[in-house]
């Protein structure tokens, strides 16, 4: 029986995030930027949840919040855990936590090409508020950002 469970992130594991970002992320943030956020001390308003089962962390997840605003930065699966539901769970426990701590809005950004990830925000109430134009980096140039938001 497999026991899952999402927690914050912790200090330790920052590296094994760095991983998960850098197999499935085109422009992946860095081990230091990962340590920063899973430090409870490190002063930043951005946190990361993760999910582990049985010890090993198939997925994070990092947020913020300040005021009544949370902020999704985030989301990563390996490839070989994707399709099944643990990038919804992340989310789900993104805006639950947000929720808990007084956020009235959610706000995010996706890659325009990023099908998966759009269906799963939409599926789970995030509206289109906009684009910025040539925001990521790609093989070939630049890509637009979809601005998405949700009232909580």
Same mark, same amino acid.
């Given at each position: 029986m497999v026991t899952r469970a999402i927690r914050p992130a912790r200090p330790a594991d920052a590296g094994r995030l760095a991983a998960i970002d850098a197999e499935v992320s085109f422009s992946p943030w860095s081990e230091r930027q990962f340590a920063i956020v899973c430090s409870s001390t490190s002063g930043y308003r951005e946190t990361a949840l993760v999910v582990d089962e049985d010890d090993t962390l198939h997925g994070f997840v990092v947020l913020s919040q300040v005021l009544d605003e949370g902020a999704i930065h985030n989301i990563a699966v390996p490839r070989a855990q994707q399709r099944r539901g643990l990038g919804g769970l992340l989310l789900e426990s993104a805006v639950t936590k947000l929720q808990a701590a007084g956020a009235r809005l959610c706000l995010l950004e996706v890659?325009? !090409?990023? *099908?998966?990830?759009? =269906? /799963? #925000? &939409? !599926?789970?109430?995030?509206?289109?508020?906009?684009?910025? *134009?040539? #925001? #990521?980096?790609?093989?070939?140039?630049? &890509?637009? +950002? /979809? /601005?998405? !938001? =949700? +009232?909580?």
């Open positions: 890659r325009r !090409s990023n *099908k998966a990830a759009r =269906r /799963l #925000y &939409e !599926s789970n109430g995030f509206g289109l508020d906009g684009i910025r *134009k040539n #925001y #990521y980096p790609t093989r070939d140039g630049r &890509e637009d +950002a /979809l /601005l998405m !938001s =949700r +009232a909580l």
